[in-house]
């Protein structure tokens, strides 16, 4: 299988402000493994919904896999207590 590549939406880049220095690196490291492995063990499917979850500490990442285009989107990214929620 070939690489995937990443695509991010705008809002991300607001979602990583939020989360200290340190932190965010080890996210955006995270992040690049699902280049090679987007659906590494201990990735959960979201129920009801086309996303995928997966942990990095109290962050969680959600992202989406459009498989015709080896496209994975990341959707957004926040603390394990705020990520879910919608609105």
Request: a positive charge; aromatic letters at 6%; charged letters at 30%.
């Amino acid at each position: 299988m070939g690489k995937f590549e990443l695509v991010f939406k705008q809002s991300v880049a607001k979602d990583l402000r939020s989360i200290p220095n340190k932190q965010v690196a080890r996210i955006l490291k995270r992040i690049e493994s699902l280049i090679v492995v987007p659906r590494p063990t201990g990735i959960e499917k979201l129920s009801g919904q086309e996303l995928y979850r997966i942990r990095q500490g109290v962050y969680r990442i959600l992202y989406e896999i459009k498989g015709d285009g080896l496209v994975i989107i990341v959707v957004t990214i926040g603390h394990r207590r705020d990520v879910y929620r919608v609105g």
